[in-house]
Protein backbone atom coordinates (compact mmCIF):
# COMPACT_ATOMS: atom_id res chain seq x y z
CA UNK A 1 0.00 0.00 0.00
CA UNK A 2 1.31 3.44 -0.92
CA UNK A 3 0.30 6.64 1.36
CA UNK A 4 1.15 10.17 0.44
CA UNK A 5 1.54 12.16 2.94
CA UNK A 6 1.59 16.27 2.96
CA UNK A 7 3.18 17.73 5.99
CA UNK A 8 3.29 21.92 7.01
CA UNK A 9 4.55 23.45 9.75
CA UNK A 10 3.32 23.95 12.96
CA UNK A 11 0.77 27.34 12.93
CA UNK A 12 0.19 27.07 9.30
CA UNK A 13 -3.14 27.68 7.86
CA UNK A 14 -5.18 24.82 5.93
CA UNK A 15 -8.48 25.36 4.26
CA UNK A 16 -9.54 21.67 4.50
CA UNK A 17 -7.75 18.81 6.12
CA UNK A 18 -9.88 16.92 3.53
CA UNK A 19 -7.25 18.37 0.28
CA UNK A 20 -3.97 17.69 -0.03
CA UNK A 21 -1.36 20.09 -1.28
CA UNK A 22 -0.61 19.75 -5.41
CA UNK A 23 2.06 16.77 -4.98
CA UNK A 24 5.12 16.41 -7.19
CA UNK A 25 4.62 17.06 -11.06
CA UNK A 26 5.57 13.74 -12.21
CA UNK A 27 6.88 12.22 -15.22
CA UNK A 28 3.75 10.04 -17.37
CA UNK A 29 4.44 6.68 -16.10
CA UNK A 30 4.72 3.36 -17.89
CA UNK A 31 1.97 0.75 -17.60
CA UNK A 32 2.60 -1.95 -15.25
CA UNK A 33 2.08 -4.96 -16.05
CA UNK A 34 1.47 -8.17 -13.98
CA UNK A 35 3.35 -11.26 -14.43
CA UNK A 36 0.51 -12.75 -16.32
CA UNK A 37 2.08 -9.73 -18.97
CA UNK A 38 -1.54 -8.07 -19.00
CA UNK A 39 -1.19 -4.35 -18.37
CA UNK A 40 -3.23 -3.22 -15.39
CA UNK A 41 -5.82 -1.14 -15.75
CA UNK A 42 -7.22 1.04 -13.01
CA UNK A 43 -10.19 -0.65 -10.97
CA UNK A 44 -13.35 1.43 -9.44
CA UNK A 45 -15.30 -0.56 -7.06
CA UNK A 46 -19.09 0.57 -6.61
CA UNK A 47 -20.36 -0.28 -3.28
CA UNK A 48 -24.45 -1.55 -2.97
CA UNK A 49 -27.31 -0.55 -1.30
CA UNK A 50 -26.67 0.86 2.24
CA UNK A 51 -30.40 1.72 3.57
CA UNK A 52 -31.16 4.58 5.48
CA UNK A 53 -28.98 7.27 6.97
CA UNK A 54 -27.58 4.85 9.59
CA UNK A 55 -26.43 2.68 7.26
CA UNK A 56 -25.11 5.01 5.38
CA UNK A 57 -23.24 6.84 7.76
CA UNK A 58 -21.76 3.61 9.18
CA UNK A 59 -20.73 2.91 5.45
CA UNK A 60 -18.85 6.81 4.68
CA UNK A 61 -16.75 5.36 7.82
CA UNK A 62 -15.15 3.07 6.05
CA UNK A 63 -12.26 4.08 3.47
CA UNK A 64 -12.97 1.23 1.23
CA UNK A 65 -16.74 1.63 1.83
CA UNK A 66 -16.79 -2.44 2.72
CA UNK A 67 -14.64 -3.22 0.22
CA UNK A 68 -12.17 -4.36 2.35
CA UNK A 69 -13.67 -7.09 4.06
CA UNK A 70 -12.45 -10.48 4.89
CA UNK A 71 -13.95 -13.83 5.90
CA UNK A 72 -13.17 -16.36 8.29
CA UNK A 73 -16.12 -19.02 7.35
CA UNK A 74 -16.25 -21.47 4.75
CA UNK A 75 -19.17 -23.87 4.43
CA UNK A 76 -17.64 -27.78 3.03
CA UNK A 77 -19.27 -31.43 2.88
CA UNK A 78 -22.52 -32.31 1.84
CA UNK A 79 -23.70 -31.05 5.29
CA UNK A 80 -22.53 -27.71 4.81
CA UNK A 81 -20.74 -27.46 7.83
CA UNK A 82 -18.69 -24.36 8.71
CA UNK A 83 -15.12 -24.20 9.06
CA UNK A 84 -12.46 -21.69 9.30
CA UNK A 85 -10.97 -20.27 6.14
CA UNK A 86 -9.29 -17.59 5.97
CA UNK A 87 -10.12 -14.78 3.16
CA UNK A 88 -8.32 -11.81 3.66
CA UNK A 89 -10.13 -9.62 1.43
CA UNK A 90 -10.54 -8.34 -1.93
CA UNK A 91 -8.75 -5.22 -1.56
CA UNK A 92 -5.56 -7.32 0.25
CA UNK A 93 -5.23 -9.67 -2.25
CA UNK A 94 -5.30 -7.18 -4.83
CA UNK A 95 -2.39 -5.34 -3.14
CA UNK A 96 -0.94 -8.50 -2.28
CA UNK A 97 -0.83 -10.42 -5.50
CA UNK A 98 -2.12 -8.36 -8.29
CA UNK A 99 0.63 -5.57 -8.51
CA UNK A 100 -2.50 -3.20 -7.31
CA UNK A 101 -2.09 -0.41 -4.71
CA UNK A 102 -4.53 2.89 -3.57
CA UNK A 103 -3.37 6.35 -3.43
CA UNK A 104 -4.56 7.95 -0.17
CA UNK A 105 -4.51 11.24 0.29
CA UNK A 106 -6.84 12.82 1.93
CA UNK A 107 -9.76 13.29 -0.57
CA UNK A 108 -9.38 11.17 -3.56
CA UNK A 109 -10.97 13.36 -6.31
CA UNK A 110 -9.02 16.23 -5.14
CA UNK A 111 -5.26 14.10 -5.09
CA UNK A 112 -6.65 13.44 -8.93
CA UNK A 113 -7.34 17.19 -9.63
CA UNK A 114 -4.10 18.31 -8.91
CA UNK A 115 -2.25 15.77 -10.38
CA UNK A 116 -0.68 16.06 -14.28
CA UNK A 117 -2.52 14.05 -17.06
CA UNK A 118 -1.10 11.06 -17.48
CA UNK A 119 1.02 11.22 -13.97
CA UNK A 120 -0.58 8.32 -12.21
CA UNK A 121 -0.11 5.25 -11.83
CA UNK A 122 -2.68 3.30 -13.74
CA UNK A 123 -2.29 -0.19 -11.48
CA UNK A 124 -4.70 1.76 -8.78
CA UNK A 125 -8.09 0.88 -7.06
CA UNK A 126 -10.23 3.66 -6.17
CA UNK A 127 -13.91 3.75 -4.42
CA UNK A 128 -16.86 5.31 -5.63
CA UNK A 129 -17.96 7.42 -2.83
CA UNK A 130 -21.57 8.58 -3.67
CA UNK A 131 -22.56 7.71 -0.46
CA UNK A 132 -20.66 10.62 1.30
CA UNK A 133 -23.76 13.23 0.34
CA UNK A 134 -26.19 11.53 2.25
CA UNK A 135 -24.25 11.49 5.23
CA UNK A 136 -25.09 13.28 8.06
CA UNK A 137 -21.51 13.03 9.69
CA UNK A 138 -19.32 15.35 7.46
CA UNK A 139 -21.49 18.87 8.88
CA UNK A 140 -23.28 19.47 6.14
CA UNK A 141 -27.05 18.33 5.56
CA UNK A 142 -27.51 14.86 4.21
CA UNK A 143 -29.37 14.88 0.63
CA UNK A 144 -31.63 12.11 -0.54
CA UNK A 145 -29.93 8.88 -2.12
CA UNK A 146 -30.47 9.38 -5.65
CA UNK A 147 -29.10 6.64 -7.51
CA UNK A 148 -28.97 9.01 -11.32
CA UNK A 149 -26.86 11.32 -9.37
CA UNK A 150 -24.72 8.33 -8.34
CA UNK A 151 -24.06 7.45 -11.85
CA UNK A 152 -23.56 11.05 -13.30
CA UNK A 153 -20.63 11.10 -10.41
CA UNK A 154 -19.60 7.87 -11.51
CA UNK A 155 -18.82 9.08 -14.87
CA UNK A 156 -17.08 11.93 -14.09
CA UNK A 157 -14.87 9.76 -11.30
CA UNK A 158 -14.27 7.42 -14.27
CA UNK A 159 -13.34 10.21 -16.65
CA UNK A 160 -11.12 11.47 -13.62
CA UNK A 161 -9.27 8.72 -13.20
CA UNK A 162 -8.88 7.67 -17.30
CA UNK A 163 -7.31 11.33 -17.49
CA UNK A 164 -4.69 11.33 -14.87
CA UNK A 165 -3.60 7.52 -15.04
CA UNK A 166 -3.73 7.83 -18.84
CA UNK A 167 -5.34 4.72 -19.85
CA UNK A 168 -7.24 4.31 -22.16
CA UNK A 169 -9.86 2.70 -20.41
CA UNK A 170 -11.05 1.46 -16.85
CA UNK A 171 -12.92 -1.80 -14.88
CA UNK A 172 -15.83 -1.39 -12.94
CA UNK A 173 -15.95 -3.78 -9.83
CA UNK A 174 -19.73 -3.69 -8.25
CA UNK A 175 -21.81 -5.09 -5.18
CA UNK A 176 -25.34 -5.29 -5.57
CA UNK A 177 -27.05 -2.16 -6.46
CA UNK A 178 -23.41 -0.70 -7.06
CA UNK A 179 -23.88 -2.84 -10.62
CA UNK A 180 -27.28 -0.74 -10.86
CA UNK A 181 -25.48 2.33 -10.76
CA UNK A 182 -22.65 1.38 -13.23
CA UNK A 183 -25.32 0.40 -15.49
CA UNK A 184 -26.96 3.69 -15.62
CA UNK A 185 -24.26 5.41 -16.48
CA UNK A 186 -22.90 2.74 -19.27
CA UNK A 187 -26.34 2.73 -20.51
CA UNK A 188 -28.23 6.79 -19.90
CA UNK A 189 -25.78 8.85 -18.10
CA UNK A 190 -22.90 8.51 -20.50
CA UNK A 191 -25.44 10.04 -23.11
CA UNK A 192 -28.17 12.01 -21.65
CA UNK A 193 -27.31 15.89 -20.32
CA UNK A 194 -28.73 17.07 -17.04
CA UNK A 195 -28.02 20.67 -15.68
CA UNK A 196 -23.91 21.33 -16.04
CA UNK A 197 -23.74 17.60 -15.96
CA UNK A 198 -22.44 17.44 -20.10
CA UNK A 199 -20.95 13.88 -21.23
CA UNK A 200 -18.62 13.87 -24.03
CA UNK A 201 -17.79 10.31 -24.66
CA UNK A 202 -19.99 7.26 -24.44
CA UNK A 203 -19.64 4.95 -21.89
CA UNK A 204 -18.69 1.87 -23.88
CA UNK A 205 -15.01 3.95 -24.88
CA UNK A 206 -14.34 4.59 -20.80
CA UNK A 207 -15.30 1.13 -19.48
CA UNK A 208 -13.37 -2.00 -20.44
CA UNK A 209 -15.06 -4.53 -18.17
CA UNK A 210 -17.64 -4.47 -15.71
CA UNK A 211 -17.69 -7.11 -13.11
CA UNK A 212 -20.71 -7.43 -10.86
CA UNK A 213 -21.73 -9.22 -7.18
CA UNK A 214 -25.32 -10.32 -6.34
CA UNK A 215 -26.53 -7.37 -8.70
CA UNK A 216 -30.53 -7.35 -9.17
CA UNK A 217 -29.84 -6.72 -13.16
CA UNK A 218 -33.17 -8.36 -13.56
CA UNK A 219 -34.76 -6.32 -10.21
CA UNK A 220 -35.73 -7.74 -7.02
CA UNK A 221 -38.87 -9.94 -6.82
CA UNK A 222 -41.11 -11.69 -4.30
CA UNK A 223 -41.97 -15.70 -3.89
CA UNK A 224 -44.23 -14.85 -1.52
CA UNK A 225 -46.04 -12.16 0.16
CA UNK A 226 -47.93 -11.14 3.16
CA UNK A 227 -46.73 -9.89 6.37
CA UNK A 228 -43.63 -11.00 5.55
CA UNK A 229 -42.66 -7.99 2.99
CA UNK A 230 -43.29 -5.63 5.86
CA UNK A 231 -40.54 -7.33 7.70
CA UNK A 232 -38.48 -7.57 4.60
CA UNK A 233 -38.47 -3.43 3.89
CA UNK A 234 -37.56 -2.95 7.48
CA UNK A 235 -34.47 -5.46 7.07
CA UNK A 236 -33.71 -4.02 3.26
CA UNK A 237 -34.34 0.10 4.21
CA UNK A 238 -36.91 1.88 2.81
CA UNK A 239 -35.25 4.81 2.03
CA UNK A 240 -34.64 4.53 -1.71
CA UNK A 241 -35.24 0.79 -2.09
CA UNK A 242 -38.00 1.55 -4.53
CA UNK A 243 -34.93 1.66 -7.37
CA UNK A 244 -34.57 -2.27 -7.33
CA UNK A 245 -38.45 -2.34 -8.76
CA UNK A 246 -38.24 -3.67 -12.16
CA UNK A 247 -40.65 -1.22 -13.42
CA UNK A 248 -38.42 1.67 -11.70
CA UNK A 249 -35.54 0.47 -13.05
CA UNK A 250 -36.62 1.21 -17.05
CA UNK A 251 -36.52 5.10 -15.66
CA UNK A 252 -32.55 5.49 -14.31
CA UNK A 253 -31.27 2.54 -17.53
CA UNK A 254 -32.57 3.96 -21.01
CA UNK A 255 -31.19 7.29 -22.05
CA UNK A 256 -33.88 10.45 -22.64
CA UNK A 257 -36.87 8.88 -20.30
CA UNK A 258 -37.42 10.35 -16.82
CA UNK A 259 -37.16 8.48 -13.79
CA UNK A 260 -40.53 7.15 -12.68
CA UNK A 261 -41.90 6.45 -15.93
CA UNK A 262 -43.64 3.27 -16.81
CA UNK A 263 -41.92 0.67 -18.89
CA UNK A 264 -43.37 -0.65 -22.01
CA UNK A 265 -44.32 -4.36 -22.03
CA UNK A 266 -41.72 -6.27 -23.26
CA UNK A 267 -39.01 -3.97 -21.57
CA UNK A 268 -36.06 -6.83 -20.16
CA UNK A 269 -34.55 -5.05 -17.43
CA UNK A 270 -31.41 -7.18 -17.83
CA UNK A 271 -30.54 -6.75 -21.06
CA UNK A 272 -28.11 -4.16 -22.07
CA UNK A 273 -28.54 -2.84 -25.79
CA UNK A 274 -25.49 -4.17 -27.93
CA UNK A 275 -25.05 -0.68 -28.91
CA UNK A 276 -24.31 0.82 -25.95
CA UNK A 277 -22.22 -1.84 -24.11
CA UNK A 278 -20.75 -5.38 -25.19
CA UNK A 279 -22.20 -8.15 -22.71
CA UNK A 280 -19.19 -10.36 -23.99
CA UNK A 281 -17.52 -7.51 -21.26
CA UNK A 282 -19.97 -8.02 -18.54
CA UNK A 283 -19.70 -10.92 -15.72
CA UNK A 284 -21.72 -11.61 -13.21
CA UNK A 285 -21.23 -13.54 -10.07
CA UNK A 286 -24.23 -15.04 -9.23
CA UNK A 287 -25.15 -16.23 -5.20
CA UNK A 288 -27.48 -19.56 -4.40
CA UNK A 289 -27.00 -19.65 -0.57
CA UNK A 290 -30.22 -18.15 0.90
CA UNK A 291 -29.83 -19.63 4.06
CA UNK A 292 -27.04 -17.46 5.44
CA UNK A 293 -28.65 -14.04 4.69
CA UNK A 294 -31.07 -12.14 7.14
CA UNK A 295 -35.22 -11.93 6.87
CA UNK A 296 -35.30 -11.12 3.48
CA UNK A 297 -34.53 -14.40 2.25
CA UNK A 298 -37.95 -15.27 3.79
CA UNK A 299 -39.55 -13.49 1.41
CA UNK A 300 -37.74 -13.62 -1.51
CA UNK A 301 -37.00 -17.67 -1.81
CA UNK A 302 -34.99 -20.73 -1.92
CA UNK A 303 -33.79 -19.79 -5.35
CA UNK A 304 -31.29 -17.19 -4.31
CA UNK A 305 -28.40 -15.51 -2.74
CA UNK A 306 -31.32 -14.27 0.53
CA UNK A 307 -32.10 -10.81 -0.90
CA UNK A 308 -31.92 -11.70 -4.96
CA UNK A 309 -33.26 -14.13 -7.42
CA UNK A 310 -30.98 -16.32 -9.02
CA UNK A 311 -33.03 -15.51 -12.27
CA UNK A 312 -32.54 -11.61 -12.03
CA UNK A 313 -28.78 -12.00 -10.83
CA UNK A 314 -27.12 -11.77 -14.62
CA UNK A 315 -26.96 -9.49 -17.34
CA UNK A 316 -28.67 -11.14 -20.51
CA UNK A 317 -25.67 -13.22 -22.64
CA UNK A 318 -22.81 -12.18 -19.85
CA UNK A 319 -20.64 -14.31 -18.53
CA UNK A 320 -21.70 -15.74 -15.26
CA UNK A 321 -20.80 -18.14 -12.31
CA UNK A 322 -22.82 -19.62 -9.73
CA UNK A 323 -21.38 -19.59 -6.16
CA UNK A 324 -23.16 -21.39 -3.15
CA UNK A 325 -22.89 -18.36 -0.92
CA UNK A 326 -24.91 -14.97 -0.07
CA UNK A 327 -25.57 -11.83 -0.67
CA UNK A 328 -23.63 -10.99 2.14
CA UNK A 329 -22.18 -11.29 5.36
CA UNK A 330 -19.96 -13.78 6.70
CA UNK A 331 -20.92 -15.88 3.97
CA UNK A 332 -20.68 -13.26 1.55
CA UNK A 333 -19.92 -12.85 -2.18
CA UNK A 334 -17.56 -10.06 -1.99
CA UNK A 335 -15.34 -11.48 0.76
CA UNK A 336 -15.08 -15.02 -0.76
CA UNK A 337 -12.30 -16.63 -2.12
CA UNK A 338 -14.65 -17.72 -5.44
CA UNK A 339 -15.77 -14.11 -5.92
CA UNK A 340 -11.81 -12.88 -5.54
CA UNK A 341 -10.69 -16.42 -8.26
CA UNK A 342 -13.66 -15.42 -10.56
CA UNK A 343 -12.68 -11.95 -10.53
CA UNK A 344 -9.01 -11.96 -11.43
CA UNK A 345 -9.35 -14.13 -14.27
CA UNK A 346 -11.86 -12.24 -15.88
CA UNK A 347 -9.87 -9.32 -15.62
CA UNK A 348 -6.15 -10.96 -15.76
CA UNK A 349 -6.75 -14.20 -17.59
CA UNK A 350 -5.42 -14.43 -21.25
CA UNK A 351 -6.92 -17.42 -21.93
CA UNK A 352 -10.90 -18.68 -22.21
CA UNK A 353 -12.61 -21.71 -23.32
CA UNK A 354 -16.73 -21.24 -23.93
CA UNK A 355 -18.30 -24.40 -23.54
CA UNK A 356 -21.14 -26.00 -25.07
CA UNK A 357 -23.22 -29.19 -25.30
CA UNK A 358 -24.47 -30.03 -28.24
CA UNK A 359 -26.10 -33.05 -30.62
CA UNK A 360 -28.61 -33.78 -28.34
CA UNK A 361 -31.52 -36.02 -29.06
CA UNK A 362 -34.58 -35.05 -28.26
CA UNK A 363 -36.17 -35.21 -24.92
CA UNK A 364 -36.71 -38.86 -23.59
CA UNK A 365 -39.62 -40.50 -24.46
CA UNK A 366 -42.60 -40.59 -22.08
CA UNK A 367 -42.76 -43.20 -19.30
CA UNK A 368 -45.79 -44.33 -18.44
CA UNK A 369 -47.75 -41.56 -20.16
CA UNK A 370 -45.21 -38.86 -18.23
CA UNK A 371 -43.39 -36.40 -19.72
CA UNK A 372 -39.65 -36.99 -19.03
CA UNK A 373 -36.37 -34.75 -19.61
CA UNK A 374 -32.93 -34.85 -18.49
CA UNK A 375 -31.56 -32.22 -16.17
CA UNK A 376 -27.54 -31.69 -16.16
CA UNK A 377 -25.54 -30.77 -13.19
CA UNK A 378 -22.17 -29.20 -13.22
CA UNK A 379 -18.56 -27.68 -11.43
CA UNK A 380 -15.91 -26.05 -12.73
CA UNK A 381 -12.53 -26.35 -10.54
CA UNK A 382 -9.42 -25.18 -12.26
CA UNK A 383 -5.75 -26.32 -10.79
CA UNK A 384 -4.33 -25.03 -8.12
CA UNK A 385 -7.24 -23.69 -6.50
CA UNK A 386 -9.11 -24.49 -3.05
CA UNK A 387 -12.43 -23.66 -4.33
CA UNK A 388 -14.77 -24.49 -7.26
CA UNK A 389 -15.58 -21.55 -9.50
CA UNK A 390 -18.92 -22.53 -10.85
CA UNK A 391 -21.65 -24.97 -9.74
CA UNK A 392 -24.96 -25.59 -10.76
CA UNK A 393 -26.36 -27.84 -8.89
CA UNK A 394 -29.88 -29.04 -8.25
CA UNK A 395 -29.38 -28.73 -4.20
CA UNK A 396 -28.82 -25.09 -4.95
CA UNK A 397 -31.94 -24.56 -7.32
CA UNK A 398 -29.63 -23.81 -10.67
CA UNK A 399 -29.11 -27.30 -12.50
CA UNK A 400 -29.19 -26.87 -15.89
CA UNK A 401 -32.59 -28.16 -18.40
CA UNK A 402 -30.39 -29.98 -21.39
CA UNK A 403 -32.57 -29.55 -23.96
CA UNK A 404 -31.73 -28.08 -27.48
CA UNK A 405 -32.51 -24.95 -28.50
CA UNK A 406 -34.43 -23.63 -31.59
CA UNK A 407 -33.24 -26.19 -34.56
CA UNK A 408 -31.07 -28.16 -32.88
CA UNK A 409 -29.00 -25.32 -31.02
CA UNK A 410 -25.93 -26.16 -27.91
CA UNK A 411 -26.84 -25.71 -24.80
CA UNK A 412 -24.20 -23.21 -23.22
CA UNK A 413 -22.80 -24.39 -20.22
CA UNK A 414 -20.44 -21.96 -18.98
CA UNK A 415 -17.20 -20.15 -20.06
CA UNK A 416 -13.91 -20.81 -18.37
CA UNK A 417 -11.62 -17.86 -18.17
CA UNK A 418 -7.92 -18.80 -17.22
CA UNK A 419 -4.55 -17.22 -15.79
CA UNK A 420 -1.44 -17.40 -18.24
CA UNK A 421 1.86 -16.86 -16.18
CA UNK A 422 4.60 -16.09 -18.76
CA UNK A 423 7.62 -18.02 -18.56
CA UNK A 424 11.07 -17.48 -20.12
CA UNK A 425 11.67 -20.39 -22.52
CA UNK A 426 14.41 -22.98 -21.95
CA UNK A 427 16.06 -22.63 -24.86
CA UNK A 428 16.83 -18.93 -24.46
CA UNK A 429 14.90 -17.82 -27.02
CA UNK A 430 13.22 -14.23 -27.60
CA UNK A 431 10.14 -13.59 -25.24
CA UNK A 432 8.26 -15.71 -22.86
CA UNK A 433 6.12 -18.57 -23.16
CA UNK A 434 3.02 -19.96 -21.25
CA UNK A 435 2.55 -23.26 -19.44
CA UNK A 436 -0.60 -24.93 -19.91
CA UNK A 437 -3.52 -24.51 -17.82
CA UNK A 438 -5.46 -27.17 -16.78
CA UNK A 439 -9.27 -26.92 -15.31
CA UNK A 440 -11.95 -29.57 -14.90
CA UNK A 441 -15.60 -29.83 -15.68
CA UNK A 442 -17.60 -31.96 -13.70
CA UNK A 443 -20.98 -33.33 -15.07
CA UNK A 444 -23.56 -35.17 -13.96
CA UNK A 445 -27.39 -36.14 -15.89
CA UNK A 446 -30.22 -37.31 -14.35
CA UNK A 447 -33.89 -38.08 -16.11
CA UNK A 448 -36.47 -36.40 -14.21
CA UNK A 449 -40.52 -37.42 -14.55
CA UNK A 450 -43.34 -35.15 -14.06
CA UNK A 451 -47.10 -36.04 -13.55
CA UNK A 452 -49.57 -33.11 -13.49
CA UNK A 453 -46.71 -30.11 -13.42
CA UNK A 454 -44.75 -31.93 -10.42
CA UNK A 455 -41.98 -34.44 -9.86
CA UNK A 456 -43.05 -37.69 -10.02
CA UNK A 457 -40.10 -39.36 -7.63
CA UNK A 458 -41.43 -43.26 -7.45
CA UNK A 459 -38.26 -44.33 -10.04
CA UNK A 460 -35.87 -41.77 -8.34
CA UNK A 461 -33.01 -42.63 -6.21
CA UNK A 462 -31.92 -39.91 -4.58
CA UNK A 463 -28.63 -38.19 -5.39
CA UNK A 464 -27.81 -41.17 -7.60
CA UNK A 465 -26.81 -39.68 -11.39
CA UNK A 466 -28.07 -41.56 -14.78
CA UNK A 467 -24.61 -40.36 -16.13
CA UNK A 468 -21.79 -38.76 -13.71
CA UNK A 469 -18.33 -37.74 -15.09
CA UNK A 470 -15.30 -35.23 -15.37
CA UNK A 471 -13.73 -34.49 -18.29
CA UNK A 472 -9.99 -33.01 -17.99
CA UNK A 473 -8.97 -30.15 -20.34
CA UNK A 474 -5.26 -28.38 -20.76
CA UNK A 475 -5.04 -25.45 -22.41
CA UNK A 476 -1.37 -24.39 -24.04
CA UNK A 477 0.75 -24.06 -26.70
CA UNK A 478 2.63 -27.26 -28.16
CA UNK A 479 5.74 -27.51 -27.52
CA UNK A 480 7.49 -27.01 -30.65
CA UNK A 481 4.72 -23.95 -31.40
CA UNK A 482 4.89 -21.99 -28.27
CA UNK A 483 3.82 -19.06 -29.73
CA UNK A 484 1.32 -20.64 -32.36
CA UNK A 485 -2.51 -21.40 -31.23
CA UNK A 486 -4.14 -21.87 -28.59
CA UNK A 487 -4.49 -25.97 -28.30
CA UNK A 488 -6.76 -27.87 -26.05
CA UNK A 489 -5.79 -31.30 -24.67
CA UNK A 490 -8.85 -33.51 -23.36
CA UNK A 491 -10.15 -36.41 -21.76
CA UNK A 492 -12.92 -37.89 -19.56
CA UNK A 493 -11.59 -39.29 -16.07
CA UNK A 494 -13.20 -42.69 -16.97
CA UNK A 495 -10.66 -43.08 -19.30
CA UNK A 496 -7.83 -41.89 -18.03
CA UNK A 497 -5.33 -44.81 -17.29
CA UNK A 498 -3.85 -42.65 -14.33
CA UNK A 499 -4.32 -40.29 -11.29
CA UNK A 500 -5.73 -36.75 -12.88
CA UNK A 501 -2.22 -35.63 -11.33
CA UNK A 502 -0.05 -37.46 -13.14
CA UNK A 503 -1.70 -36.98 -16.43
CA UNK A 504 0.77 -35.02 -18.57
CA UNK A 505 -0.41 -34.01 -22.26
CA UNK A 506 3.38 -33.10 -23.19
CA UNK A 507 4.04 -35.33 -25.96
CA UNK A 508 1.08 -35.98 -26.96
CA UNK A 509 -1.04 -34.59 -29.91
CA UNK A 510 -3.99 -32.51 -29.05
CA UNK A 511 -7.48 -32.16 -30.59
CA UNK A 512 -7.99 -31.59 -33.80
CA UNK A 513 -9.99 -27.75 -34.23
CA UNK A 514 -12.77 -27.52 -36.46
CA UNK A 515 -14.11 -23.93 -37.16
CA UNK A 516 -12.13 -22.88 -34.16
CA UNK A 517 -13.70 -25.23 -32.28
CA UNK A 518 -13.03 -28.77 -30.79
CA UNK A 519 -15.65 -31.45 -30.19
CA UNK A 520 -15.53 -34.00 -27.17
CA UNK A 521 -17.82 -36.85 -27.85
CA UNK A 522 -19.66 -37.63 -24.34
CA UNK A 523 -18.77 -41.26 -23.17
CA UNK A 524 -20.43 -44.00 -24.77
CA UNK A 525 -22.72 -44.58 -21.13
CA UNK A 526 -23.34 -40.65 -21.84
CA UNK A 527 -24.49 -40.88 -25.64
CA UNK A 528 -27.05 -43.59 -25.02
CA UNK A 529 -28.61 -41.51 -23.11
CA UNK A 530 -28.30 -38.18 -24.54
CA UNK A 531 -27.77 -39.23 -28.01
CA UNK A 532 -24.73 -40.58 -29.99
CA UNK A 533 -24.02 -37.37 -31.69
CA UNK A 534 -23.73 -35.34 -27.87
CA UNK A 535 -20.56 -33.86 -27.73
CA UNK A 536 -18.80 -30.69 -25.75
CA UNK A 537 -17.83 -28.20 -27.94
CA UNK A 538 -14.80 -26.06 -26.94
CA UNK A 539 -14.25 -22.82 -28.07
CA UNK A 540 -10.51 -21.65 -26.59
CA UNK A 541 -9.73 -18.13 -27.38
CA UNK A 542 -7.20 -15.62 -26.55
CA UNK A 543 -8.61 -13.30 -23.95
CA UNK A 544 -7.70 -9.34 -24.03
Known sequence: MVSIFHHHTDGEAVASPTIPLPPPQRQPVEPRYAPEGVARLPLIYVRGFAGGTSGIDKQVDDPFYGFNDGSTHI???????????????????????????????????????????????????????????????????????????????????????????????????????????????????????????????????????????????????????????DEFMEDLGPVGSDIFSPEMMYGYLVPGVEYGTEAPEGWQANRIPPEVFDVDRVFCVVGTDPGDYGPSRKVVGPQSDGLVAIRNAWVEGAHRAYVHRSHSGRYGLVNSEEGYQNLRRFLFGRK????????????????????????????????????????????????????????????????VFLLDPLLSPADGGNGPVSPPSRYALHLKVSRLTEEHGLLFWRDHLAQTADWDDTLIVDVGHESDDPKGELRLWAVWNSQLPTAIADRDPVGTSPLDPEQDAVTVPLPPSAGRLLGADAALVLRPAVWE
Open 352 to 415: RVAIELAGLDPDPSEVDGRRSFWQGELQLSVRGLPVVLHQQLAAHYCPVLLQSGPEGAAVPLTT
Open 75 to 229: RVGGDGTAQYYQFESPLLRLFAEDGYHPLVAGDPKSYLRSCAAGSVDPATVWIHRFYDASADTFGSRAVDFDIEAAARDLYELVRLVREKTGAEKVDLIAHSMGGLVCRSMLQKWSYDSFGDFRPTVPGKDLVDRLFTYGTPHGGITFAVGGGLL
